[in-house]
C-alpha cells in the first residue's frame, strides 16, 4: 500500500469510526479526502474494499503486540491483562484501529470478506491461559477456553461501551477485570493484581521505545 492509499485509508478511518459503513458514502469519502471520485477509484476499487484495508491493517497490529508481551516472560494472567489494557489504548488513540473493530462488528454489511472482531484472540488468550504450559494456573478455575472466550468477549464489550477516550476505556476494563478475577482463580487484592498487569504494559512500552525503530509502534505507524 503507497503513501497515497495510506493517507486515503485513514482519512476514510475518521468517518467509518464516526458513521459506520452504511453511514458512510464514497462522496462523502472523496470530499474528506480531496478526492475526485475517478481518483478514490484509482486507489480503491470501491468502498467496500476500502473498509476491507482498514480492517486488515487493525488486524495486522496484533500479532506483533501479543508477541511483544509475550517476550517478557511474565505471568500468563498479567501478560493477558496488560494486552487488554494495550488494546484498549489503541482503541482510544488510533481512529484506524476504532474504524477497523467498528467495521469488523458491520461485517455483514460490507460485500468482501472482513474477519469478526479480534479474530484469532480467543486462540491466542487460550495459548497463554493453558495449564499444560503454564505452572502458575494449574488451579484455574475455569477451563482456559471458556476463559478466553469470556475475556475476549468482554474486552470488545468494553471497548463499545467507553464513551470519553482512554480514561474511560481503562475505567470500563478494571471493572471487566474485577468481576473476571475472581471466576478465573482466588486473587486477594484485585487491584494489585490488575496494578501488576498494567505495570506490565509500561514494561512493554519502555522495552519498545529503547529498541526503536525496530519495534513494533515503529512499524505500524501510518
Known amino acids: 500500500m503507497d503513501v497515497e492509499q495510506l493517507r486515503v485509508l485513514r482519512s476514510a478511518a475518521t468517518l467509518f469510526a464516526e458513521r459506520?459503513?452504511?453511514?458512510?458514502?464514497?462522496?462523502?469519502?472523496?470530499?474528506?479526502?480531496?478526492?475526485?471520485?475517478?481518483?478514490?477509484?484509482?486507489?480503491?476499487?470501491?468502498?467496500?474494499?476500502?473498509?476491507?484495508?482498514?480492517?486488515?491493517?487493525?488486524?495486522?497490529?496484533?500479532?506483533?503486540?501479543?508477541?511483544?508481551?509475550?517476550?517478557?516472560?511474565?505471568?500468563?494472567?498479567?501478560?493477558?491483562?496488560?494486552?487488554?489494557?494495550?488494546?484498549?489504548?489503541?482503541?482510544?488513540?488510533?481512529?484506524?484501529v476504532r474504524a477497523g473493530i467498528r467495521l469488523s462488528l458491520e461485517r455483514d454489511a460490507i460485500k468482501t470478506d472482513v474477519p469478526a472482531p479480534f479474530e484469532g484472540w480467543a486462540d491466542e488468550v487460550e495459548r497463554l491461559l493453558s495449564p499444560a504450559g503454564e505452572w502458575e494456573l494449574m488451579g484455574l478455575a475455569a477451563p482456559a477456553d471458556v476463559a478466553a472466550r469470556v475475556i475476549v468477549t468482554c474486552l470488545i464489550g468494553a471497548l463499545q461501551l467507553a464513551t470519553n477516550g482512554e480514561a474511560d476505556v481503562s475505567k470500563r476494563l478494571v471493572e471487566v477485570w474485577t468481576v473476571i478475577l475472581p471466576g478465573l482463580r482466588p486473587t486477594p487484592d484485585l487491584a494489585a493484581r490488575i496494578a501488576t498487569g498494567q505495570g506490565l504494559r509500561e514494561r512493554a512500552r519502555a522495552q519498545a521505545a529503547a529498541h526503536a525503530p525496530t519495534t513494533m509502534y515503529r512499524a505500524i505507524d501510518l
Not at 38 to 54: C, H, Q, R
Not at 56 to 80: C, G, M, N, R, S
Open 20 to 96: 459506520g459503513f452504511l453511514g458512510t458514502s464514497v462522496g462523502d469519502l472523496t470530499e474528506h479526502a480531496g478526492l475526485t471520485k475517478n481518483g478514490f477509484y484509482a486507489l480503491f476499487p470501491n468502498k467496500d474494499t476500502l473498509a476491507a484495508a482498514i480492517v486488515e491493517h487493525t488486524v495486522a497490529q496484533w500479532p506483533p503486540i501479543i508477541a511483544q508481551f509475550e517476550a517478557l516472560k511474565a505471568p500468563a494472567l498479567d501478560t493477558v491483562i496488560a494486552l487488554c489494557f494495550e488494546v484498549a489504548e489503541k482503541y482510544a488513540t488510533d481512529v484506524t
